[in-house]
């Protein structure tokens, strides 16, 4: 069941559903990312990757900025972190790729020379987010995709105009807040009452 007020919805909470399904026992949970378990560890990575783009993000409100984590998808899905200052609005996608090299040009990231379909899943994810905000607030409402790496030995962007932002979690707070505005104070707190709302995600 979606929640009413997304307000206090943690980073992360999504995958410490999931974890909480995979292991059971919760004195093995703080442990979850030493489990011989593939999968369990990549979730506990992921947690890992969420919490610390979260913290960061979290800093914003006291630039006026609203931010919301783990809004739920009726699929199942969820959006790691949106955030709503002004800037603009931003779908931001927590990536944890500890020790790896991680390389963007123009369409595509990969990962220790792996491709992967993050751009394309980021994209769709801020189309979809824009829809249901602007079908919710009467007015359009662009959002822009992030992607915040964590824990990367390298990461390299070689676009200089990107589609989708890639950055490092550790800074997408500054990052963020040093684009140029775009939102007045009031369309931000419009948006975020929106957004807070489960019923605005219902459905989609």
């Known amino acids: ?15 410490r559903r999931k974890l909480a399904e995979l292991e059971p026992n919760r004195v093995k949970r703080p442990f979850a990312r030493w489990s011989p378990d593939r999968e369990i560890r990549n979730w506990a990575l992921g947690l890992v990757g969420e919490r610390t783009t979260g913290r960061r993000l979290n800093t914003l409100r006291r630039q006026g900025w609203r931010v919301l984590h783990s809004v739920q998808w009726p699929s199942g899905s969820d959006i790691d ?12 996608n927590s990536k944890c790729r500890r020790g790896k090299t991680v390389w963007y040009g123009d369409h595509a990231i990969t990962v220790n020379r792996a491709p ?11 189309r979809r987010t824009s829809r249901a905000l602007s079908d919710h607030c009467g007015f359009l409402v662009p959002v822009r995709p ?18 989708v932002l890639v950055i490092d979690g ?7 807040s040093g684009l140029a505005p775009v939102l007045p104070p009031e369309r931000v707190e419009r948006i975020f009452n929106v957004a807070r709302r489960g019923e605005t995600w219902a459905g989609r």
């Open 146 to 163: 992030v992607i915040a790496i964590v824990g990367a030995a390298r990461l390299s962007v070689k676009n200089a105009a990107p589609p």
């Open 170 to 176: 550790t800074t997408v707070h500054t990052v963020l």
């Open 1 to 15: 069941m979606l929640q009413e007020d997304l307000v206090g919805n943690r980073p992360g909470d999504a995958i």
């Open 81 to 92: 972190h949106l955030a709503i200052g002004p800037s603009g609005v931003f779908t931001i």
């Open 116 to 126: 992967t379909k993050y751009i394309v899943v980021s994209k769709h994810e801020a």
